[in-house]
């Protein structure tokens, strides 16, 4: 299993920041305003070679932020490894004011994704066998 995040902003697609002022340009356009975050899942089944691709689509809204906020955060070192740069699930959930869909693929996981995926590979993770 594997699976990667994107955030697009307008017709930006923002992936994780190179440096410091990358990431401070891309909370800079995501501050105040809305924003769509993409995560895809790939599985695979090393025994049978059967794979599944999916993704999950969430908006999330971002805070209206100072400049001196953005740098505050940045400096936190937190958006370093991050799309988008900021990690809802840490320090970033003060910059957040809301979402619309699924908390854990802003993460970078959906779980209920992954979870419906994986009964089409022979997988049930409330049922054990």
């Known amino acids: 299993m594997g699976s990667d995040t994107i955030v697009v902003v307008d017709d930006h697609v923002l992936g994780k920041p190179k440096d410091q002022a990358d990431a401070a340009r891309m909370l800079s356009m995501l501050q105040g305003r809305s924003h769509l975050v ?8 090393s025994l049978t070679g059967s794979h599944l691709v999916a993704h ?65 590979l022979g997988m049930n993770v409330l049922i054990a066998d």
Do not use: H
């Open 38 to 45: 993409y995560t895809g899942v790939a599985c695979v089944d």
């Open 56 to 120: 999950r689509k969430t908006i999330v809204k971002m805070k209206s932020l100072s400049e001196e906020m953005v740098w505050a955060y940045v400096q936190s070192g937190e958006p370093a490894d991050k799309a988008g740069s900021y990690a809802i699930q840490g320090l970033g959930a003060t910059i957040v004011d809301g979402i619309e869909g699924d908390y854990f693929n802003v993460v970078g996981l959906p779980l209920s994704l992954l979870a419906d995926m994986l009964p089409e």
